[in-house]
């Protein structure tokens, strides 16, 4: 496993940075409409990895604005920050389209809970260092569609079926935490990891310090953080500093 990483997030609709509450889109805050200065920030602050939603793409609306949002941010960050980005990916074309313009890791979620063989084919084609796997529960079932969806497809069996297809990354978000911040619910984030050998990143709740101890100390390969760092619950450097 890697060392533990920390990834300040941007959720990005309408070309504004938003946080939703457990991904429901009439609970939005808005907190920048320059996302390319808060990818400077993270980066001021020490991050290596950034994670970035097209939540635009993720409920299949116009993304436009979105897709020059990322274009800046890239253009920002250069070669100090790796983008991690998820959020409407359903073909090889667009996969490949966004690798070739910088992005580090692309985020499968829907097109994957959906059609397994997609996981396995895209695996194949660009190996699992550039693609990671976005796994939104409810329960232990996974939501698609931006969370609208719940095709009844359990996290284990198809995080094992990843795995064995060659399978690096996995992000596990639990909804009903998403946004609330009342802890990560890292339990069954470990659980993932131990069954499937996979490197699980924690997503969704973190509401302090004490929040990204309790993950890294559970062994996870790392933490997403929203909300947390827009309210100015801690910094991003303090949170670096975690142990």
Known sequence: MESFTIYPAIDLRGGMVVRLRQGKRDEQTNYSEAPAEAAKEWTKQGARWIHVVNLDG???????????????????????????????FRTIEQITAALNMGVARIVLGTAVIENP????????????????????????????????????VEM????GKLADAGAQT???????????????????????SDQTGLDVIASGGTSSLADIKAVRL????????????YEGNFTLKEAFNVR
């Open 58 to 88: 993720a409920f299949g609306e116009p993304s436009r604005k979105n897709q020059a949002t990322i274009q800046s941010i890239l253009e920002e960050t250069g070669s100090d920050v790796k983008i991690q980005l998820g959020g409407g």
């Open 117 to 152: 063989a997609f996981g396995e084919v895209v695996l194949d084609r660009f190996g699992g260092e550039k693609i990671a796997f976005g796994f939104d529960a409810h329960g232990q079932n996974l939501m698609s569609r931006g969370w609208l969806s719940d095709p009844g």
């Open 156 to 159: 284990l069996p198809l995080a």
């Open 170 to 192: 996995l992000i596990y978000t639990n909804i009903q935490k998403d946004g609330m911040q009342t802890g990560v619910d890292w339990e069954n984030a470990i659980n993932l």
């Open 218 to 229: 559970a062994g996870l390969s790392g933490v997403i953080i929203g909300r947390a760092l």
